[in-house]
């Protein structure tokens, strides 16, 4: 398959408007020689005209008509022939006639051109009384002669458009072989680079016309290098947060088969669980933390009030809080109808509420509260705990821990809940509790509490 040709498809196209041009401006000017060739040929015929009524005497001679004879007016000339003429007195006898015609009808009417056939020759004739009505004249010349002039006249001017016609497409193809030279060197630099992200394509060089074209693919480059960076970054940090359960694990299972004691060996393995676990719910996160951030779309997106969301997530963290006597309490106005994913909107408020759970103290206290703000709806989770640091730029990131976290966090909860809150055209905002501790507060859309499903909601 023959690839498409930018160069190929504007040299066909400049050729295409270049021929349309050349043979409107070749019909033109055929047009205008002839309408000129015409003009100087009838004037010649008036100009002879006036000539002879110039030089007759006032009173017309009787001694019989004058024969002209055939002859050339340069002999070097075979096409400068002499005007036939034909003259009558005022009642109509023929004063004088030409060789080259025979005598033409009397038609005393107005001046005027006509045209006739004789001999097998084309005469272009103009006939006109002088201003005192004593002489007739008829003035006649064959059209091959204006035929020749205007032969003589066009020919070099198409010869020249010809040529033009035939040294323009090489000329343009030349011309924009050239002109394309920068994108070829950008083609070519970005072939031989090692590294695509390492510099920027737009420089002083890049003609303007390529510049939106460069700097549309630095921005692309700049993207890509974040999210490269985002990935490199994020397998680092996955790496380490691996390594230490693993040689954790390593270790407990490496006592556990060199020790004879049997309490002994129960708690090595016992541990070696516990790093087990905890392996388990970091790949598990990360695996989620993926899932959503390769989501563009939400295919099961519907109608859903946020406080069965909230519901659901205290009753399965009411165990945990129940072990550490933690208060778990709901509020909501009934004004909480969103559209999303049930299952996604899920996974955010169970992050949301076990981060709340693990920080609070011994018999604390969390509270989750629903309600809708105009077009928003908020869900906020508060605590009693040691609360935020003053600075909250850094919560949502991967693997990134607050001072003060306790637990085995993996330091992804946070990340996944801003993931899922982009996916549903939300955000996540992180304060101070009135409780004391932190305040974590999820706003979404609002939308009727009978809007329909739609699946591929973005």
Same mark, same amino acid.
């Given at each position: ?6 160069? =190929? $498809? ?8 270049i021929?349309?041009? !050349?043979?409107a401006?070749?019909? !033109? ?5 002839l ?6 040929? #009838?004037?010649?015929?008036v ?33 400068a ?50 201003g005192?009505? =004593?002489? !007739? ?8 002669e204006?035929?020749e ?7 070099p ?25 920068p ?20 420089d ?13 693919i #630095?921005?692309?480059v ?39 004691d ?8 016992? $541990? ?15 695996l989620?933390?993926?899932r ?16 069965g ?7 399965d ?50 509270n ?22 003053? #600075? ?17 966090g993996?330091?992804l ?8 809150? =982009? ?8 304060? =101070? ?5 932190a305040q ?19």
């Amino acid at each position: 398959m023959i690839r498409p040709s930018l160069n =190929r $498809r504007l040299v066909l196209r400049l050729v295409a408007g270049i021929v349309l041009v !050349w043979c409107a401006a070749a019909g !033109w000017l055929a047009w205008r020689s002839l309408h000129e060739v015409d003009e100087i040929f #009838d004037q010649m015929l008036v100009r002879t005209a006036a000539s002879v009524f110039a030089v007759m005497p006032d009173k017309a001679s009787r001694a019989g008509a004058v024969r002209l004879p055939d002859g050339r007016l340069v002999e070097s000339d075979t096409t400068a022939q002499r005007p036939a003429i034909v003259l009558r007195d005022a009642r109509g006898e023929l004063l004088v006639e030409s060789a080259e015609l025979p005598p033409l009808r009397f038609d005393p009417g107005d001046a005027h051109f006509h045209s006739i056939e004789h001999d097998e020759r084309r005469w272009r004739v103009f006939q006109r009384w002088d201003g005192q009505h =004593r002489y !007739w004249i008829q003035v006649g010349a064959p059209l091959d002669e204006r035929d020749e002039l205007m032969r003589k006249l066009l020919a070099p001017a198409l010869l020249a458009l010809l040529a033009l016609l035939v040294l323009v497409p090489p000329t343009v193809f030349a011309g924009l072989r050239s002109g394309l030279e920068p994108l070829r060197r950008l083609t070519r630099n970005l072939a031989v680079g090692t590294d695509p992200t390492a510099a920027s394509l737009t420089d002083a060089q890049v003609p303007i016309e390529l510049a939106p074209f460069t700097e549309a693919i #630095d921005k692309l480059v700049d993207r890509l290098r974040l999210s490269l960076e985002h990935e490199r970054r994020f397998t680092a940090d996955a790496a380490h947060e691996l390594r230490h359960p693993l040689a954790a694990l390593r270790l407990e299972l490496d006592l556990a088969g060199h020790g004879d004691d049997v309490p002994a060996r129960a708690l090595h393995l016992q $541990r070696a669980q516990g790093a087990l676990d905890r392996m388990q719910r970091l790949v598990t996160q990360l695996l989620m933390l993926a899932r959503v951030e390769k989501l563009v779309e939400l295919d099961d997106a519907g109608s859903l009030r946020l406080v069965g969301v909230a519901e659901a997530a205290l009753r399965d963290a009411s165990e945990r809080a129940a072990a550490r006597s933690i208060e778990l309490s709901l509020d909501h106005d009934g004004n909480d109808f969103v559209l999303g994913s049930r299952g996604l909107l899920g996974i955010l408020v169970q992050n949301l509420v076990d981060n709340a759970v693990r920080h609070a103290p011994e018999h604390g206290q969390v509270n989750v509260r629903v309600g809708g703000n105009g077009e928003r709806v908020t869900l906020q989770v508060n605590d009693n705990g040691g609360g935020f640091a003053v #600075d909250t730029m850094r919560l949502g990131e991967r693997f990134h821990r607050p001072e003060g976290s306790v637990g085995e966090g993996s330091g992804l909860g946070l990340s996944i809940a801003q993931a899922i809150a =982009r996916l549903h055209h939300g955000e996540l905002s992180f304060g =101070r509790s009135a409780l004391g501790g932190a305040q974590v507060s999820l706003s979404l859309p609002r939308v009727a509490g009978q809007a329909p499903h739609v699946p591929g909601y973005v």
